[in-house]
């Protein structure tokens, strides 16, 4: 089944305390990106990824960071979380960037950073 | 810098009802509008409009966009207790990368 992945789906941490957050896609997919929501602000782009080892910023990138090893893999790091990083991400992945509007979104990381 | 809002923000109707969804958009190389639907989970898509005046329809949902005056609305008819979502709307562009900016969202709720 097509699908992208995302671990773990809930998490509660501490400010400062490291994490990343995992994405997986099984679709051969070029192009990947991670959103964060907040409410009223919809979502909003923090890194992308068009392919192998490129990657490059979104709208608020502050405080993330991302890597591309391996086409399927999209890793979200959060070196030093605070609380204003408490939101809900999503991972998404499309074909390519030309097909962004197609993207397949994974269900969702809900963090709480006290 | 690019921008999409949305109105109204939030929503009650009752069932039965026919709502109307607006989204204004101001974007560089602008390509298409995208509505999605979100329930508690990931938005799922709904429509794509990249030309003007030419409806989409979908069941009960119809949408269309005005390039000239840079806006789409997104209608729902005969609105039954299902409908209850965020609908969020998002301009795709030709920008390098970064090529889709989303609206804050309206939050319907129908209720019975």
């Known amino acids: 089944e097509a699908q992208v992945t995302q671990n773990p789906r809930y998490l509660i941490t501490v400010t400062g305390k490291k994490l990343t957050v995992t994405c997986s896609q099984n679709?051969?997919?070029?192009?990947m990106s991670w959103y964060r929501q907040d409410p009223g602000l919809g979502l909003r782009q923090i890194y992308y990824?068009?392919?192998?080892?490129?990657?490059d910023k979104g709208d608020v990138p502050e405080g993330y960071k991302v890597s591309r090893k391996e086409k399927r893999n999209f890793p979200l790091i959060l070196e030093s979380p605070s609380p204003n990083q408490t939101s809900l991400y999503f991972c998404?992945?499309?074909?390519?960037?030309?097909?962004?509007?197609?993207?397949?979104f994974g269900p969702g990381t809900r963090l709480t950073v006290t | 810098e690019d921008k999409v809002v949305q109105s109204p923000l939030s929503l009650v109707v009752h069932e039965g009802d026919t709502v109307t969804l607006n989204c204004s958009y101001e974007?560089?190389?602008?390509?298409?509008l995208l509505w999605y639907k979100q329930e508690k989970k990931a938005p799922t898509f709904l429509f794509m409009l990249?030309?003007?005046?030419i409806e989409k329809k979908s069941g009960r949902l119809s949408s269309i966009l005005d390039k000239k005056e840079l806006f789409s609305i997104l209608n729902i008819t005969a609105t039954q207790t299902g409908d209850s979502a965020v609908y969020l709307c998002?301009?795709?562009?030709?920008?390098?990368?970064?090529?889709?900016?989303f609206g804050g969202g309206t939050r319907l709720m129908v209720k019975p």
């Open positions: 679709m051969n997919h070029e192009y």
């Open positions: 990824s068009m392919n192998v080892e490129v990657t």
């Open positions: 998404a992945s499309s074909l390519r960037v030309q097909a962004a509007y197609e993207q397949y």
């Open positions: 974007v560089t190389n602008f390509r298409s």
């Open positions: 990249t030309s003007s005046g």
């Open positions: 998002a301009a795709f562009n030709n920008n390098a990368g970064n090529m889709l900016t």
